[in-house]
């Protein structure tokens, strides 16, 4: 089964957590460990990807040591065309929708669609949008980030990734944000998109990810506090516990 069918059909059950891996963060045996970890903890998908640093190299083999551990899919989550591995079993296939630049648009995906056609990943099209504060990704990505107050302007965004034919969309507030998205903007973009919503960025604790889900968030993502925690059973365990209930 393909990847975002296996995501579509387990979304009807029941929300769903995905864990974030940096490759530039940690070593691939590392890498790997914390996916088998994870997917132990019950996260749904890993998501391998990270805004500086990341290689071919890496990108294979955090990838390479992660399929010899999990079974659930990894899925790249790419910042440019430069680091696009053929062990993976899907791509975000993203536009960065409030991007001031064509680059990040669609320009890094023009280069990339051919070598992910050769590779025969499965290309999973999303609609990204950086909400402030955006943190790296928003920088180098060259977003407008989409001010926390402009719930109007999310759901514009939102609404023209479902017009656009895109299967997913994905409301960021930036790798270590020091707060989540609102629940008030996840539930405005949630009432008016038919298509799944991914939110991450700045989810640390049970708390936050238990709100974006009652907000109507169908996928949780989180990344820093599996780098940073030294008890996963007692943070992701937790984070993951409280998307599931
Ligand atoms: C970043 O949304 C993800 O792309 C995860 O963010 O690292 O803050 O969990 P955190």
């Given at each position: 089964?393909?990847?975002l ?119 999973i099209p ?40 895109m299967k997913l ?26 298509i ?50």
């Amino acid at each position: 089964m393909k990847v975002l069918e296996h995501i579509l059909r387990k979304l009807d059950e029941e929300k769903l957590h995905m864990t974030l891996v940096d490759p530039d963060k940690q070593d691939a045996e590392k890498a790997g460990e914390l996916a088998g970890k994870a997917e132990e903890l019950g996260t749904d998908a890993i998501m391998v990807g990270g805004s500086t640093g990341i290689t071919q190299k890496k990108m294979d083999d955090t990838i390479l040591a992660m399929k010899e551990r999990v079974k659930i899919p990894v899925i790249i989550f790419p910042t440019s065309a430069s680091a696009i591995s053929a062990y993976a079993d899907a791509i975000y296939f993203m536009s960065l929708l409030n991007s001031k630049s064509p680059v990040f648009l669609v320009r890094q995906q023009m280069i990339a669609a051919p070598y992910i056609k050769k590779m025969g990943i499965e290309p999973i099209p999303m609609g990204y949008i950086v909400i402030e504060p955006g943190m790296k990704v928003g920088e180098i990505g060259m977003a407008e980030p989409v001010p926390r107050d402009k719930i109007d302007m999310a759901v514009g965004y939102s609404l023209a990734a479902e017009f656009f034919g895109m299967k997913l969309v994905y409301l960021e507030a930036g790798s270590g944000a020091p707060e989540p998205v609102s629940g008030t903007m996840i539930s405005a973009v949630k009432s008016e998109i038919s298509i799944p919503l991914i939110v991450g960025g700045g989810i640390r604790n049970a708390d936050a990810a238990e709100n974006a889900i009652r907000a109507g968030a169908d996928i949780v993502v989180t990344g820093t506090i599996v780098e940073e925690s030294e008890d996963l059973e007692k943070s992701l365990g937790k984070i993951i516990e409280a998307v599931k209930s």
